[in-house]
């Protein structure tokens, strides 16, 4: 089987008022390429499930966005992600604010096919107060209460790996794969972007294959797009670009955020917004932060 | 012990009081958010509780401590096991791991909020991080809170904006719990340390730091304290600890923390 695609192809499986959930976390591993080309797709209506970075500021911005279902939208060196600040301040998108750990319980019901995980994690908090639509309820087994953290079922899954053979096969050379296997499992269809293709034999060595966090029936599209995690990061390949989300933070901030997507996305290729920000060497070259 | 240093700046007095949180913990995670709370377990870490466990910030526990400055790759750091996100959550769950974070509001009943700020829940005027694992933190294990300026805009009057973290409220106590159940345990602030162990849970002031009185902190605080019997000062620095403290941040960061990085006896 072969799953190669455009991004452009892979992006067209996308459709106004669809559950997209995108992998990596704040300003790492984000599929920045396919969040590029889904700003330049008609589909609107999106409700966006993430471990919010420039990922979900950028969709906001650009109109297409609903809801937000998140814990933490940030670019953690810039604390307050601009894109999303704006939304949500102007009352422009619905919101399910969640803690960290709901998410992972949510898209691991999801992915097990359960409607929900009972956890004591939000309770006494505005997180099960304000969200009418989290549910408490009485435990068969003990006399307390319970959060019952509903499946985040996801119509499709935007993911970034390191490498992938044309099968789908998927590997995550970075030291953490946050939770992007749950957003494949939790997803009908998972699009996984990557900075290089390999043959399936790459994945022989155990050590690599332990890198391999889902297996290839859950990774519908490949699409090869070296440097496409950028302005995120691809540890070990690439680090984040500060000067980059900084400049796209003083666009928004100066109400000028079209004018970052006429200089970056609409009407331009991936290898346009590549020259625009320096060139593939240059990505490439961008530090891994260090704390 | 060696001797109380002769001069110290806030910052450093108030890490110094910070790590005490971390003294008698045991073996647990213990995560401080920001430069100053993780200075203040790398402290402890290297001192008073060698058994603490801490990140690299990224992915991975550590045998030894990272400077928290200085700091340019995680090559050749002293990783012992891997711990990425999904794993934190695992140890928070399991409730081995204290926590220090600097929240935007705290209110009287310890709760705590880094979400958003006015407006209301659909449009806050200020949008600020989101709950982030407040909620799970603070019903899975200890945490303490970290507070660079002690204001009346941090001590709210009434309740937080958006209640991120659960505290010693009878009223969103959920079904099956009581407010003993609740670990919110010691506040550092720019004035004082304070925990949550007066009448029924009220904050209390445990020690004043150096110049600063009862009444300084009281009108910068929008509820009602509790003070301890034999209200003291808090301890400064020993030689010793400002010696470590300058090994784990060698480029000295901890003087860009506090504005103007004031001296720790203010009228010294």
Same mark, same amino acid.
Request: a negative charge; hydrophobic letters at 40%; one cysteine or more.
């Given at each position: 089987m072969n799953k190669l695609q455009t991004a452009a192809e892979a992006i067209a499986s996308i459709r106004s008022g669809m559950t997209i959930g995108v992998g990596g976390w704040g300003p790492r591993r984000k599929p920045m390429a396919l969040v590029r080309e889904l700003m330049r797709s !008609?589909? $609107? !209506?999106l409700t966006v499930v993430a471990y919010g970075g420039a990922d979900v500021g950028m969709l906001c911005a650009s109109g297409k966005v609903k809801k937000v279902i998140f814990a933490f939208v940030s670019l953690d060196f810039m604390p307050l992600e601009p894109g999303f600040r704006v939304a949500r301040q102007s009352g422009a998108i619905e919101v399910l604010e969640i803690d960290e750990g709901m998410m992972l319980q949510g898209l691991r019901a999801a992915s097990w096919r359960i409607p929900f995980i009972p956890t004591n994690? %939000?309770? %006494? $908090?505005?997180?099960v107060a304000r969200n009418p639509e989290l549910k408490v309820i009485d435990s068969p087994y003990d006399d307390k209460e319970w959060v019952a953290m509903p499946a985040l079922k996801l119509d499709v899954a935007l993911v970034h790996a390191t490498r992938c053979d044309e099968r789908g096969v998927?590997?995550?050379?970075?030291p953490d794969v946050y939770m992007d296997d749950l957003f494949a499992r939790a997803a009908q269809h998972t699009i996984v972007s990557c900075d290089e293709i390999v043959p $399936?034999?790459?994945?022989?060595d155990p050590a690599v294959a332990r890198s391999?966090?889902?297996?290839?029936?859950? $990774?519908?599209s490949v699409v090869h797009i070296p440097g496409g995690a950028h302005p995120s990061s691809s540890d070990p390949l690439y680090g984040f670009d500060v000067k980059h989300f900084k400049a796209y933070g003083e666009a928004v901030g100066a109400g000028e955020f079209d004018a970052y997507v006429d200089a970056?996305?609409?009407?331009?290729?991936e290898q346009d917004y590549q020259a625009a920000v320096g060139g593939l060497d240059a990505i490439q070259a961008l530090p891994l932060p260090a704390y | 012990m060696s001797e109380v240093a002769s001069s110290y700046s806030l910052a450093e007095l108030m890490v110094v009081a910070a790590s005490r *949180? =971390? &003294?008698?913990? /045991?073996?647990v995670l213990a995560t401080g958010i920001g430069l100053l709370p993780r200075l203040a377990a790398s402290l402890a870490m290297s001192t008073? #509780?060698?058994d603490l466990m801490m990140t690299d910030s990224q992915s991975f526990l550590l045998s030894k401590p990272n400077p928290?400055? +200085?700091?340019?790759?995680?090559? +050749?750091?002293? #990783?012992e096991t891997w711990l990425g996100f999904r794993a934190v959550f695992d140890n928070v769950w399991s409730g081995k791991r204290h926590a220090m974070v600097g929240p935007s509001q705290i209110d009287r009943f310890g709760q705590a909020n880094i979400s958003a700020l006015g407006g209301?829940?659909?449009?806050?005027?200020v949008q600020l991080l989101? *709950?982030?694992?407040f909620p799970g933190n603070s019903i899975s294990h200890g945490n303490s809170f970290f507070v660079p300026k002690h204001s009346t805009r941090v001590f709210?009057? +009434?309740?937080? &904006? *958006? *209640? /991120?973290s659960i505290g010693y409220n009878p009223n969103r106590l959920p079904k099956g719990?009581?407010? &003993?159940?609740?670990d919110v345990r010691t506040v550092i602030t720019d004035l004082c340390v304070m925990d =949550?162990? /007066?009448? #029924?849970h009220q904050m209390r002031i445990v020690s004043l730091h150096p110049d600063v009185t009862e009444q300084e902190v009281r009108d910068n605080t929008g509820f009602e304290l509790a003070v301890v019997d034999n209200l003291g000062v808090t301890p400064g620095p020993t030689v010793e600890q400002l010696a470590i403290i300058a090994e784990l941040d060698p480029l000295n960061a901890r003087a860009k923390q506090l504005k103007d990085n004031p001296p720790g006896e203010r009228r010294g």
């Amino acid at each position: 089987m072969n799953k190669l695609q455009t991004a452009a192809e892979a992006i067209a499986s996308i459709r106004s008022g669809m559950t997209i959930g995108v992998g990596g976390w704040g300003p790492r591993r984000k599929p920045m390429a396919l969040v590029r080309e889904l700003m330049r797709s !008609d589909a $609107t !209506d999106l409700t966006v499930v993430a471990y919010g970075g420039a990922d979900v500021g950028m969709l906001c911005a650009s109109g297409k966005v609903k809801k937000v279902i998140f814990a933490f939208v940030s670019l953690d060196f810039m604390p307050l992600e601009p894109g999303f600040r704006v939304a949500r301040q102007s009352g422009a998108i619905e919101v399910l604010e969640i803690d960290e750990g709901m998410m992972l319980q949510g898209l691991r019901a999801a992915s097990w096919r359960i409607p929900f995980i009972p956890t004591n994690v %939000g309770l %006494g $908090t505005d997180v099960v107060a304000r969200n009418p639509e989290l549910k408490v309820i009485d435990s068969p087994y003990d006399d307390k209460e319970w959060v019952a953290m509903p499946a985040l079922k996801l119509d499709v899954a935007l993911v970034h790996a390191t490498r992938c053979d044309e099968r789908g096969v998927c590997e995550i050379a970075s030291p953490d794969v946050y939770m992007d296997d749950l957003f494949a499992r939790a997803a009908q269809h998972t699009i996984v972007s990557c900075d290089e293709i390999v043959p $399936t034999d790459h994945f022989a060595d155990p050590a690599v294959a332990r890198s391999v966090f889902w297996e290839r029936c859950h $990774t519908q599209s490949v699409v090869h797009i070296p440097g496409g995690a950028h302005p995120s990061s691809s540890d070990p390949l690439y680090g984040f670009d500060v000067k980059h989300f900084k400049a796209y933070g003083e666009a928004v901030g100066a109400g000028e955020f079209d004018a970052y997507v006429d200089a970056h996305v609409r009407g331009k290729t991936e290898q346009d917004y590549q020259a625009a920000v320096g060139g593939l060497d240059a990505i490439q070259a961008l530090p891994l932060p260090a704390y | 012990m060696s001797e109380v240093a002769s001069s110290y700046s806030l910052a450093e007095l108030m890490v110094v009081a910070a790590s005490r *949180v =971390f &003294d008698n913990e /045991g073996e647990v995670l213990a995560t401080g958010i920001g430069l100053l709370p993780r200075l203040a377990a790398s402290l402890a870490m290297s001192t008073t #509780n060698p058994d603490l466990m801490m990140t690299d910030s990224q992915s991975f526990l550590l045998s030894k401590p990272n400077p928290v400055s +200085g700091v340019k790759s995680h090559a +050749g750091q002293a #990783n012992e096991t891997w711990l990425g996100f999904r794993a934190v959550f695992d140890n928070v769950w399991s409730g081995k791991r204290h926590a220090m974070v600097g929240p935007s509001q705290i209110d009287r009943f310890g709760q705590a909020n880094i979400s958003a700020l006015g407006g209301t829940y659909q449009q806050p005027k200020v949008q600020l991080l989101g *709950v982030r694992g407040f909620p799970g933190n603070s019903i899975s294990h200890g945490n303490s809170f970290f507070v660079p300026k002690h204001s009346t805009r941090v001590f709210v009057e +009434g309740e937080c &904006d *958006v *209640v /991120g973290s659960i505290g010693y409220n009878p009223n969103r106590l959920p079904k099956g719990y009581c407010l &003993d159940d609740i670990d919110v345990r010691t506040v550092i602030t720019d004035l004082c340390v304070m925990d =949550f162990s /007066g009448p #029924n849970h009220q904050m209390r002031i445990v020690s004043l730091h150096p110049d600063v009185t009862e009444q300084e902190v009281r009108d910068n605080t929008g509820f009602e304290l509790a003070v301890v019997d034999n209200l003291g000062v808090t301890p400064g620095p020993t030689v010793e600890q400002l010696a470590i403290i300058a090994e784990l941040d060698p480029l000295n960061a901890r003087a860009k923390q506090l504005k103007d990085n004031p001296p720790g006896e203010r009228r010294g």
